[in-house]
């Protein structure tokens, strides 16, 4: 007999990737996921789960080097944030058509927050890709997502790991990753070839640059979006400690808050691994 499974799925940028690893491995043990909610990339990658196609998402992102992630950027010059983020959804809809939650044959939940009014929105309607780009919008980084007149940006300013709005069938195990642990863990040391380090090396040049836009002060060794990430980052962590304090998972799944940057997506193998790695880990101890 099948375990059955309420998943939540933090935010957390490419950490997110992770969440790949987790259902891999729950599914790899016998366990039978019934629903999913999910906040940034947790909706991102609980979204299309739901829609049976994770394994066709999966293999792109194994397959994207770190030039092919930067290809990706549709920047911008709007003072609301660098990347309107269309580009990689488009591509995205190339190979996993949008669907209506509603049509989705498990129950999925996607959260966003609505900027101007200070509230969190609730997304278990309507075009699949419309809430993944809401709940994903990093304030500064995403330009915010109209959506029925608001604005919204990512769901992890106010519920970055929504265990109240899974839904629960009887005797579900609740299953909860977090993405803004401080918990240390310990993650593969990554290889990279000649060319992957040029590469590498190219793209941080550009990354810095942009990194030191606002302010240009040379006595500032953090700069004007590391500071904004890191501090978005704490707000995170600090609201998701709050958050498992009120709601008890039977299993948790603890993800460094610095285990990966931001916008690593470039080691989605290495980061599908760690996930698949921690959450055999934490289904031992049940």
């Not at 044959?105 to 966003?112: D, E």
Request: positive net charge; charged residues 25%.
């Amino acid at each position: 007999m099948k375990k059955n499974v309420a998943l939540v799925l933090g935010s957390g940028g490419a950490r997110g990737v992770a969440h790949i690893g987790v259902i891999n491995e729950l599914l790899n043990q016998g366990y039978n996921i019934t629903s999913i909610s999910g906040t940034s990339m947790g909706a991102l990658v609980g979204g299309i789960y739901a829609t049976g196609k994770l394994k066709v998402y999966e293999e792109w992102m194994c397959s994207l080097s770190k030039l092919d992630v930067f290809n990706l950027v549709d920047f911008t010059l709007s003072l609301n944030g660098l990347v309107k983020g269309d580009k990689i959804l488009k591509e995205m809809k190339k190979m996993i058509p949008d669907r209506t939650i509603e049509t989705l044959p498990i129950p999925f939940v996607a959260v966003a927050t609505d900027i101007i009014n200070g509230k969190e929105v609730i997304l278990n309607k309507g075009s699949l890709y419309d809430a993944i780009r809401a709940s994903i919008s990093i304030p500064t980084v995403f330009t915010p997502f109209d959506y029925n007149g608001m604005k919204l940006v990512d769901g992890g300013i106010l519920n970055p790991i929504p265990i109240d709005r899974v839904k629960r069938h009887k005797d579900d195990i609740l299953v909860v990753v977090n993405l803004a642990s401080s918990k240390e863990s310990k993650k593969p040391v990554s290889k990279q070839n000649n060319n992957e380090k040029h590469n590498n090396n190219y793209l941080n040049k550009i990354h810095d640059t942009i990194n030191n836009i606002i302010p240009e002060n040379k006595t500032d060794s953090i700069g004007y979006f590391n500071l904004m990430n890191k501090t978005t980052s704490l707000m995170i962590q600090k609201v998701s400690d709050l958050t498992l304090e009120q709601y008890k998972p039977d299993i948790l799944i603890d993800i460094h808050r610095d285990a990966y940057g931001t916008f690593e997506f470039y080691r989605s193998k290495e980061i599908i691994e760690f996930g698949m790695k921690e959450t055999r880990k934490e289904l031992k101890k049940l």
